[in-house]
Nanobody, 115 residues
Framework: QVQLVESGGGLVQPGGSLRLSCAAS????????MGWYRQAPGKERELVAT???????NYADSVKGRFTISRDNAKNTVYLQMNSLKPEDTAVYYC?????????WGQGTQVTVSS
C-alpha cells in the first residue's frame, strides 16, 4: 500500500520556523520528484517547492529565500524547512511524489501562523 505520511505541522508565531517531513512507503519505483503543495481556506492548491532525485529544486516566488526543500533518496523522505513564517503561509501542506507513471499525495498537515 502506497503511503506518504507527513509530520511536523503545528501552530507557530509570525517569524517563527517549522520543519515538515514526509516519508514515502510502498512505492517500488524511483520517485523522480517529491515536493510540497499547500491549500489555504477558500483557495486552490498551489505549489510550494519540489525537488528531483538529482537535487534540482523549484520554489514558489512567495517562499523563495524563506523555505528550503531537501530529500533523502535512500529513505524516500522529503523535508521542508520553513523560516520567517508569515500569516499568509497558513494552510494545509500536502506532500507529493511522482514516479513518472503515477502521482501520490499525502493526507496533509496543518500549518498555522498566528500570534
Amino acid at each position: 500500500q502506497v503511503q506518504l505520511v507527513e509530520s511536523g505541522g503545528g501552530l507557530v508565531q509570525p517569524g517563527g520556523s517549522l520543519r515538515l517531513s514526509c516519508a514515502a512507503s510502498g512505492i517500488f519505483s524511483i520517485i523522480n520528484v517529491m515536493g510540497w503543495y499547500r491549500q489555504a481556506p477558500g483557495k486552490e492548491r498551489e505549489l510550494v517547492a519540489t525537488i528531483t532525485t538529482g537535487g534540482r529544486t523549484n520554489y514558489a516566488d512567495s517562499v523563495k529565500g524563506r523555505f528550503t526543500i531537501s530529500r533523502d533518496n535512500a529513505k524516500n523522505t522529503v523535508y521542508l524547512q520553513m523560516n520567517s513564517l508569515k500569516p499568509e503561509d497558513t494552510a494545509v501542506y500536502y506532500c507529493y511524489g511522482a514516479t513518472g507513471l503515477s502521482n501520490y499525495w499525502g493526507q496533509g498537515t496543518q500549518v498555522t501562523v498566528s500570534s
